[in-house]
């Protein structure tokens, strides 16, 4: 295989039985689909079938629309084409159990060629990409491959076998065999590593620990914690701290690697590892969820939708409560809120504060005084933001001439 030009277009030569191909880089994506397609007929008597293509997010528009062509020619219905990441974070239903939550998480996405990780801010089941970084030339899945090769070939060099790195047959068996001990080592303590007739007859009988895998690999190892702790410090810097992440998403096979999973678990001690999926499966996972749920609606051709969001985080206090966040920052719209208060003390008056919260300042946006309270009664506010903007809040705890207020807070932004 090898690339040449043909027609002013970049191709893959290769050889098919007798046959000599050129293929694009588009021809090679459609047979990609074709065959999954065939797969599909294979388990399904219909032949129309809806999917989600994942792709990493620093993919161009250009490539997108390519690759979605690709898939359209080859049959399939693209119903949406996915970042990875949420793919990822959708796998493990990061999100989607509390409307309300908000809290951050981390996904670390490592395969044959891309090394990325991202923070990501989780507010009412939205994702919000806060920082992504990619260091594909520090370490990745083809690396520590490449690593276990040399060190394989260099045994068999000592045995007295020559060197299978110099013809292209025998290393790629050797590769086959490094992958495949890769994978075993992920579950394993050692892993064989035979090969018949690898040089000029003779065979590679060897077994690969996981201790001497993680020796073999160990500047990798290391250039991978740098960059952790350089991405944590990244994440500092955007004002959020190491015990605000809360979940921890691996993606991509190379993730399986129980000592990279280590140093991700040293980093963010206090964060959920989210281990219910290979991490190999959450990315295919994630798009097959989305496909399943956007086959149930009605397919259009319509532009994206988008969603109304509260441009500043809301905060309300109590006098003997302390604060409380009431509505967090991108907080989709409408939104309400009921909030209950029991007073420890007898409470002689006081008011209800809600300010605004901006990442570098409180705003004060209303205060209500209250009646006077006894460790008997409940405080019970009603708290709406509408599409507009309008913030109303109410209590029948309120004066009894300002027991209801509202306020324009703000125009709303688009998410």
């Known amino acids: 295989m090898k690339v040449v030009n043909h027609d002013g277009k970049a191709a893959i030569e290769v050889k098919l039985e007798e046959k000599t191909l050129k293929l694009t880089p588009d021809e090679v994506v459609k047979h990609i689909f074709d065959y999954l397609y065939q797969i599909a007929r294979h388990y399904s008597e219909n032949d ?78 939205m994702y919000r990409l806060l920082l992504q970084e990619e260091h594909s030339d520090r370490c990745d899945g083809e690396r520590l ?48 590593l035979a090969i018949e007739a690898l040089v000029d007859g003779r065979d590679l009988n060897l077994r690969l620990t996981r201790s001497r895998f993680e020796i073999i690999c160990s500047d990798l190892f290391a250039a ?30 190379a993730m399986k690697t129980p000592k990279l999973q280590g140093l991700v678990r040293d980093c963010f001690p206090s964060a959920t590892m989210c281990g219910a999926l290979a991490p190999e499966e959450t990315a295919v996972q994630g798009c097959a969820l989305q496909a399943a749920l956007l086959s149930t609606l009605p397919v259009d051709d319509d532009p994206p939708r988008h969603l109304l969001c509260i441009p500043c985080g809301l905060r309300v206090s109590l006098e003997g409560h302390g604060a409380q966040t009431l509505l967090p920052l991108h907080m989709p719209l409408p939104a309400r809120r009921d ?23 409180a705003v004060k946006v209303l205060e209500v005084p209250i009646e006077t309270m ?12 509408d599409e507009n903007g309008t913030l109303q809040v109410s209590s029948d705890s309120f004066l009894a001439e300002n027991r209801e207020h509202s306020i324009q807070l703000f125009q709303p932004v688009m998410s």
Not at 87 to 108: E, K, M, T, W
Not at 339 to 361: F, H, M, N, Q
Not at 374 to 385: D, G, M, W
Request: charged share 25%; net charge positive.
């Open 339 to 361: 909030l209950r208060y029991r007073p420890e003390k007898w409470l002689d008056g006081g008011r209800l504060l809600i300010e605004a919260l901006t990442t570098e300042s």
């Open 48 to 125: 129309k079938f809806n999917c989600v293509i994942g792709l990493p997010k620093s993919t161009s528009d250009t490539k997108r629309h390519r690759i979605k062509q690709a898939a359209t020619k080859s049959g399939f219905t693209v119903l949406r084409v996915l970042s990875s990441m949420a793919a990822a974070l959708l796998s493990h239903n990061i999100g989607q159990d509390d409307p309300y939550s908000r809290f951050f998480v981390v996904c670390i996405e490592m395969g044959a060629s891309k090394f990325v990780l991202s923070l990501v801010e989780v507010t009412g089941g």
């Open 224 to 253: 991978f914690g740098e960059v952790l702790n350089q991405f944590v410090n990244g994440i500092k810097e955007k004002g959020v701290t190491i015990g605000d992440v809360t979940h921890v998403v691996l993606a991509g096979a």
């Open 145 to 192: 491959t490449d690593a276990v090769v040399e060190a394989m070939a260099a045994d068999f060099r000592r045995q007295g076998g020559g060197d299978p790195l110099q013809a292209k047959r025998a290393k790629a068996k050797l590769r086959e065999a490094a992958e495949n001990s890769k994978h075993v080592l992920s579950t394993m303590d050692s892993a064989p």
């Open 374 to 385: 006894t460790t008997e009664q409940e405080l019970l506010v009603h708290i709406e933001l």
